[in-house]
């Protein structure tokens, strides 16, 4: 499996390690949480919570995630959306083929670099 190798050279390469959460779910700790790395056969799936969906300001805080995920500028082609309770704001991509390592690093640092931006700007806007 491509991905497994690719993430254990990326975490050689930081000298740092992901707990494994499950069988294949990896937990990639950032910033006042956690993205999890999901491997598939081929590929994976990255994912991470962002913050609570807040019921105040929540008609300006949906319309900015539906700007964000038009045509997947301000979010590298990752998609936002709620969780399956409508409590929480998610990030999410998924990757369903076989990369090199420089595709699959490129992606792991953009989405984690969407997911603290992101997870800024939901702490902002429900406070």
Known sequence: ??????????MKE?????????SDVYEIPIEGGA?????QNPGFILSCELGNA????????LTQLL??????????????????DGNKIVLSRVIDYDLDYKEFSEIMEDFL???????????????
């Open 14 to 22: 930081l000298d740092i390690s992901f707990p494994l959460r499950s």
């Open 1 to 10: 499996m491509k991905t497994k190798e690719h993430l254990d050279k990326l």
């Open 113 to 127: 670099n969407v997911a603290l931006f992101w997870r800024k700007q939901i702490l902002t806007e429900t406070k």
């Open 67 to 84: 700007h964000a995920n038009l045509f997947g500028q301000m979010t590298k082609e990752a998609v936002l959306g709620l969780s399956v």
């Open 54 to 61: 807040a019921k105040r300001n929540e008609e300006n805080i």
């Open 35 to 39: 993205a999890l790395l999901t491997l």
